[in-house]
């Protein structure tokens, strides 16, 4: 994914608020490059760093719209008491 497609896509999910993206290649003294991506909206809602657009703007979308999280299964935890 292009910068330009991380940024259309960024700018969809946003919808007209504040939103940035950022890009950091890191090189060490070995030659090893790291890429950090990361993306913003309305500055108090940040991704984690990640290797690509694509994980930043899922990660994203699932801050925007967390999942609830599944009851345990009180059979499997009876069992193993």
């Known amino acids: 994914m292009t910068f330009k497609q991380a940024s259309a896509e960024l700018r969809e999910l946003a919808k ?3 939103r940035s993206l950022y890009y ?3 090189t060490d003294d070995d030659g090893n490059e790291k890429a950090e ?3 913003y909206i309305d500055p108090q ?3 984690k760093a990640h290797t690509t ?3 930043a703007l ?3 979308k699932e ?3 967390p999942q609830p999280k599944k009851p345990a299964d009180l059979t499997e935890a009876l069992t193993e008491a």
């Open 16 to 18: 007209g608020k504040f």
């Open 24 to 26: 950091t290649l890191t």
């Open 37 to 39: 991506c990361r993306v």
């Open 45 to 47: 809602i940040s991704s």
């Open 53 to 55: 657009w694509r994980e």
């Open 58 to 60: 899922d990660d994203m």
């Open 63 to 65: 801050r925007l719209n």
